[in-house]
Structures are given as C-alpha cells and as structure tokens.
C-alpha cells in the first residue's frame, strides 16, 4: 500500500517468488483454542515490585465473528456500552472522596477465540473491601436501572463524530491502516471495509441503536460462569489479600443492598458567565518563509495564521507565554507545577469537569492549559464546526478559571494512593538515585512523592493559575490547518482580542539548574528480576547552530547504527539498545547524549564496554559513509514528510518565535545535511562525547 507502480511492484513479486514451488503437503494453519471450563475461578497473588492492589472480574465467553451488517451493528452495540461504563466510573473518580484509585468496565477481546466482560479496580491503599464493593455498586445500579437515555444520545453523539472525522480525512489516511486492515481480513477473516462502506453503514446504524438492547449486553455478557476473579497486590500486603469466600461474601453483599438510579446531571447554564467584548486586529504582515500571517490584536496578543491542506478538517493551536513556573519560591514550586493540571480537572466558567465532558460530547474539540518552567499557555486542537468551543475555552480559561475543592480533593486522594508504594518499583528508586546524582535535592527535578503532593495549597495553586494567565498582551498564539482567515478572524477579535491585557513584559528566570560537568559510575540495587538497566550519558555546554544541530542528529543516527550492529547482533546481548541526542538553545545552550540498553546482570559490563568502544571508533575514525548514507536518506525523507504535517509546522513556527529562530530555517535543512561528512561527525562526537563527563547509571536487582 502507497505509492507504487501496481503493474511494476506485480512484475517485482513475479520475478521474486515465481520459482518457489508449492510443497506436495501444504503445511496446514492450525487454529488455537481456549476452552471454556464452564466454572469460576480465583486467584490472589502477591508481587514485590507491584505498587498498588489491583481486583479484576473476568467474565469469557465466545468471540463472536463479525461477517453480516447484523454482526457490525452489535460490535456498534459494544462500543457504546464500553464509554457509557467508562462515563459512569470516569464521575465516581471526581468526588471529593472518591472511593478507588481507578476503575473500570468493558467488553473486548481476549485471547484466541474468546471474548471477555471486565471489571477493574485499583483500590486505595489499605482499602480493598470498600474499593471492590464501590465499584461492583456502579455496575449493580447499571444491571438494575440501566443506562439513561440521554447517555445514550451523547455516545452515540461521539461516535458520529468520529465516524465524521475519518470519513472526511479518508484521502489522508497513512498507508499503515490499510495495511493493517487487509492483513486483519485475510489472518483473522475480519471485513475489510472501504472506507466509504464503513463510513455509510456506521451512519446508518448508529440511529438505530436502542437504549433497551445497550442495557440488554449485562445481562448478556455478566454471568455466573466462566468467571474469574483476580487479587493482585504488593508482597507486603500479602498477608492481606482476601480468600475466595470472603470475595464472595462481598459480591452477595453488594447484591443485597439498596441501590439507587443514576441521575444525569447536565448543566443548562452558558459555559461562559458573560459575553467577552470584542476587540481588534491592529495590524497584519505576511511571513513569507513560513506562508503565514503574523497579526497583532489590540490588547497586544500576537496570532501567527498558517492554513494548510494537509488534513481536510483538522486545526491546530498553541499558546506561549514567557514566565512559568521559574519566578516562584521553592516553596511555591509543588502548588505552581500542579497548578494547570488541576484547573484542567476542574472544567472552566459555569461547568465542572462533568458538566464540561457532556457539554462537548459530539465535539472534537480538546483544549487545556499549561505552566512550565519557562513559560504558560494554552495548547489544543479542534475541526472547523468546534471553532466557537474552542475559542470559548481558551477565553474561559484565561477568565474564568476554576479549581473546586471536590476536584482538588480527588486529584489528591488518587495522586497520594497511586504514590504510596512508588519505591517498590525498581525504576522510581533507579529515577531517584539518578536526579539525585544530577542536580541534588533541587525540588525542581524531583519525582512525585506523596511529601510533595503534600506541599500542593488549593488556593496559592488557583492564585499562581491567575497571575500567570492574567496578562495576555505578550502571548503568542500560533494556529495551523485547514482554516482561512476570514473564518477565523471573528473568534480572534472576540475572543482573543478581548483577554485582559497588563503589558507586564515579563520574563522567564534562568534557574541555572545544571548537571555536574564531571561525570560518574552510580550502581543502584533494587529488585528481584535478574536484569540489568543502563544509562550512559553526558551533559554540558552547546554550540546551538544549524551546523552544529544537524551533526549532532547523525551522531545519533550513526552511533545507533553501531551500537545494534555490536551489542544486538554480534554480541547477542541486548534485544533493543539506541542513542539519543537532544539540545536547547535557551535559557542557556545545552546538550544531553545517552545511550540506554537492557541486558543480562553478568553482561552489563561487558556491554557497557563495547558501547564505548564504539564511540571510541566514531571519535578516532569517522563513522562509515555507509551510515551517514543512511542517516540522509532517512532525513530527507522523513523532511518531506514533516512538511505536510500540522503538528511539525506548529511545533516549528511556534518555537521559532521562543526561542529567537530563524523562520527561513527549514529551507536550509536538505543543504545542511548534504554538508554531513565522516569528519563533520567525528568532530562532534569528539567535543561532547568526552569520557570524563560521561555517567554510567546501572540498575541491578538486590544483592543477594
């Protein structure tokens, strides 16, 4: 599938196989089976490294084949049924007190030829009984009352929508998912639908779908047989985890107990409290190496416009902001981080999060805001028809932000529990050791503990959201896709040129958070596989130019080239091994070269050994020509196609603009990797790949 010649590659495949002959016994494909035991079972098993409980309910049954329109419209059925029960977990975990982690439900697939019914809880730690029984009450209210009609409308809402979607983008579907779709058809005997049969029969389906048959599937697929139910949880709650009986006895007392019918709460207010007033475009350019228009509004917001064909209805947008979280105390550090992510959690104006999801039910239309540390903004992405909500949103977020205390007390609820037995994870103490090693107890560069959702503060979280989002004159607003301007200049005037505007001038603080200029070997014991992890790395100072940037990518290239070569293919010791490059130009310019790989325990050595060794032969010899052949082919392909996507030229215009960039850059770049040689490579590899700043982090299991 892709751009071929069908004639040509029909001849290629002729002269490649037409001398294999047919054997006189054709090897018969054998079909794998799973039985149905008809009977229930159970399981509780403990895991050292696990960091939470987990309880599951698995119901199998046969797979059912999917050959008629009948067929299809039942598989309609299942989807429906899977985000409805999503929705009603997705509300529970929004309470101020929410009584699991997570939780969850679904019909899908299993292995072979079954099928299976699930039911998931991830409890809070310690709270088992209570999580299990929680979750099996939402679902005994779904088996007694069933779902509500209006769920049932927004479902089907958003799969109309996503049917919509994939139908307009049909001439702009990657050669993978026909591929996929035709080795489904002839492995697994599934259809193969045109895209335009698929898009007409879901259509035509959709309407047809009864709130009676979506409640119909529990009883269907929720049986007392062929039911398994698995505890697993970490080995020092061993002595913890429940007996069968004493599961049952749980299930037949959620069975016995009162339940009440699910009331759907849907706000009828406007998502906004009052009506923004409209401002102005003050002045236009074009920026004729991007194909763009730079306009500036009248509150000072500056909006880069690139439309584009490259999706039929797709647009894209991204905000930026100078400031972030670099101008606040240590002390404020916790809450100013988490600050965004809360408010997201939160919904906007007059709606909780709730509210907000069913509002936008039927919509593609996904915007949230941001802090980092150098900056704040607005990130998202929506079609022609969701414009308004868009914009909406980003207003909304800039004026009327929220963070309820319900939220904010769920968010830490589940946050806590998920972090409670993070040190049982080999890789958290791994991550720990090695930012402990990089830039010490900086709270800045430290993992999540529960001591640090701890310092998070609700209200100085809401009042560093504000003050970051107060002053829109120096955003810089970057929208790419299939738009042109005279439809999306009312929503700039009335939704963007209408922000508050301080005309602070702000700017980002250079923290100066660096790694150690001299590296380090740093061996960490943790775990019981018999693996080892390693992460060789270097950090430092950086010449950031075009020249510079474009070696350093076939450094990269090159050395992963070698590295699979050695320690994949003749050494046999790793399954996956790779380097990695990155590097930045501001708030200073800086680098970072790592090369990681899993391995035996008694061959990590070994191996890190001939990994420097191959960088050794890089920096005294040049790599092939062969590779950086390679490495240019790769490139300039992968340049032909980064050019017709939206999210690059985003990506691309938008930091551009922070960090002072060349806009005309991108039209340098074949030229630039036509001037890669052997020596180009060899150089930059010399200068940053120097042994004394090289650290070697290796993850062993425990002593024994």
């Not at 949230?368 to 150098?374: A, G, V």
């Amino acid at each position: 599938v892709g751009a071929i010649d069908p004639k040509e590659m029909e001849e290629r495949v002729n002269v490649l196989f037409s001398d294999m002959k047919m054997p006189k016994k054709a090897l018969e494909r054998k079909k794998y089976r799973v039985d149905l035991l008809n009977k229930n079972q159970f399981l509780a098993i403990s895991d050292p490294e696990l960091p939470y409980t987990v309880a599951q309910i698995l119901i199998k049954s046969e797979k059912e084949k999917v050959s008629t329109v009948g067929d299809y419209r039942n598989e309609l059925l299942k989807n429906v049924f899977n985000q409805m029960i999503a929705g009603r977990f997705s509300e529970l975990m929004q309470q101020p007190n929410p009584p699991f982690m997570q939780a969850g439900g679904s019909i899908s697939d299993f292995v072979a030829n079954l099928n299976t019914f699930s039911l998931l809880v991830v409890p809070k730690p310690g709270e088992l009984e209570s999580g299990f029984k929680a979750m099996l009450t939402e679902f005994e209210r779904i088996q007694k009352y069933g779902f509500t009609q209006t769920e049932l409308d927004r479902a089907i809402a958003d799969m109309k929508k996503g049917n919509e979607m994939s139908f307009i983008e049909r001439d702009k579907k990657k050669s993978d998912s026909y591929v996929n779709r035709y080795l489904n058809y002839f492995i697994d005997d599934e259809p193969a639908l045109s895209n335009e049969n698929a898009y007409r029969l879901t259509k035509q389906l959709l309407p047809t779908l009864k709130l009676s048959e979506v409640n119909g599937l529990v009883k269907k697929y929720y049986t007392d047989l062929n039911r398994d139910v698995l505890v697993m949880g970490p080995e020092k709650d061993k002595a913890n985890l429940p007996a069968e009986s004493t599961v049952t006895g749980w299930v037949k007392a959620v069975e016995e107990s009162p339940v009440t019918a699910y009331e759907d709460k849907v706000s009828n207010l406007p998502l906004l409290s009052k009506e923004p007033v409209k401002g102005t475009v003050v002045s236009s350019k074009s920026i004729d190496a991007v194909q763009a228009k730079e306009l500036i509004l009248s509150n000072g917001v500056k909006v880069i416009l690139k439309p584009t064909d490259f999706k039929n209805d797709e647009i894209q947008i991204m905000a930026y902001s100078p400031g972030g979280t670099s101008g606040y105390s240590d002390a404020d550090y916790f809450s100013a981080s988490n600050a965004s992510s809360l408010i997201d959690a939160s919904g906007v104006g007059q709606m909780n999060n709730v509210e907000l999801t069913k509002y936008l039910s039927g919509k593609d239309v996904s915007i949230s805001p941001y802090i980092s540390e150098r900056y704040e903004g607005i990130s998202g992405s929506t079609d022609k028809e969701g414009l308004k909500n868009a914009f909406e949103l980003i207003y909304g977020y800039f004026t009327e932000p929220r963070l309820d205390q319900d939220i904010f007390q769920s968010t830490m609820t589940r946050a806590k529990g998920s972090l409670e037995n993070r040190l049982s994870n080999p890789n958290n103490v791994f991550s720990d050791k090695v930012k402990e090693v990089l830039y010490g107890n900086n709270v800045r560069r430290q993992n999540p503990t529960v001591e640090t959702i701890n310092k998070i503060d609700r209200e100085r979280a809401l009042a560093i959201y504000k003050e970051r989002f107060a002053d829109a004159s120096d955003f810089v607003f970057t929208i790419v896709g299939s738009f042109d301007e005279n439809q999306i200049k009312p929503y700039l005037e009335t939704y963007l040129a209408s922000l508050p505007a301080l005309k602070r001038g702000e700017s980002y603080k250079d923290l100066n958070i660096l790694e150690p200029s001299k590296g380090e070997r740093v061996v960490v014991h943790k775990g019981k596989e018999e693996k080892a992890s390693t992460q060789l790395a270097y950090y430092g100072d950086y010449t950031y130019n075009e020249t510079e940037n474009v070696n350093m990518e076939a450094l990269e290239s090159v050395l992963t080239i070698k590295l699979l070569e050695r320690l994949r293919e003749k050494e046999g010791g790793v399954y996956g091994v790779g380097a990695r490059a990155s590097f930045s130009k501001l708030p200073k310019a800086r680098y970072a070269f790592s090369i990681g790989f899993g391995s035996a325990v008694d061959k990590a050595d070994a191996l890190i050994t001939s990994a420097l060794d191959e960088v050794k032969k890089i920096q005294e010899k040049g790599p092939e020509n062969g590779d950086i052949e390679k490495f240019l082919a790769e490139q300039q392909r992968q340049n032909e196609l980064n050019l017709r996507e939206n999210g690059y030229w985003l990506n691309y215009i938008s930091s551009s603009y922070q960090n002072d960039l060349d806009l005309a850059r991108y039209t340098r770049r074949i030229d630039n990797l036509k001037k890669v040689t052997s020596k180009s490579v060899q150089d930059v590899a010399g200068k940053y790949l120097k042994r004394d700043r090289l650290f070697e982090f290796i993850l062993m299991p425990d002593s024994k």
